[in-house]
C-alpha cells in the first residue's frame, strides 16, 4: 500500500510547527529534517507524511482532487483532531459528523490549503 505521502508547503518552518503538533497527537515525531523537506512517522516502518518545498519554482498549492485521510480511529478523537487542526490554524472544510454508513469524518485544509480529513468506521 502507501509508504509515505508528500505534500507541497511554501513555508516549511510554519508548515513543521502545524505538523509537529497536530502529528504528535498521532505520537509521531520527524524521521527526516532537511533544508528542503520534513517527514513524520509513528512507526519507520509504516506509512509517513512529508512536506516539502517546490523545486519547481511553482508555488505550493493544494491539489486539486486530492486528499489525505488520518484515522482517527473513534468518533471523539476524530472531533478532538479536527479541533487541533483548527486550533493550529487549518480551515474548517467540514465538522466532524456521521457521513453515510458506518463513515464518521470531520474536513480541514492545512495552512497550505492541502485538504485532509480525520475519520473513522464506526
Not at 517527514?39 to 512529508?50: E, I, K, N, Y
Not at 465538522?95 to 497550505?112: I, T
Request: glycine share 14%; aromatic share 10%.
Amino acid at each position: 500500500m502507501i509508504g509515505y505521502v508528500m505534500l507541497g508547503t511554501n513555508d516549511l518552518a510554519k508548515g513543521a510547527r502545524f505538523f509537529d503538533a497536530l502529528l504528535a497527537e498521532f505520537s509521531a515525531k520527524r524521521l527526516m529534517d532537511t533544508e528542503q523537506f520534513i517527514v513524520w512517522a509513528a512507526d519507520p516502518m509504516q506509512t509517513s507524511l512529508g512536506i516539502t518545498l517546490p523545486d519547481s519554482g511553482v508555488p505550493a498549492s493544494g491539489g486539486v482532487g486530492t486528499m489525505v485521510a488520518l484515522a482517527g480511529g473513534t468518533p471523539a478523537r476524530v472531533d478532538a483532531l479536527h479541533r487541533k487542526a483548527i486550533e493550529l490554524g487549518a480551515s474548517d472544510e467540514g465538522a466532524p459528523q456521521p457521513r453515510g454508513p458506518g463513515f464518521y469524518a470531520g474536513y480541514f485544509r492545512d495552512l497550505d490549503g492541502n485538504k485532509f480529513n480525520v475519520f473513522c468506521m464506526t
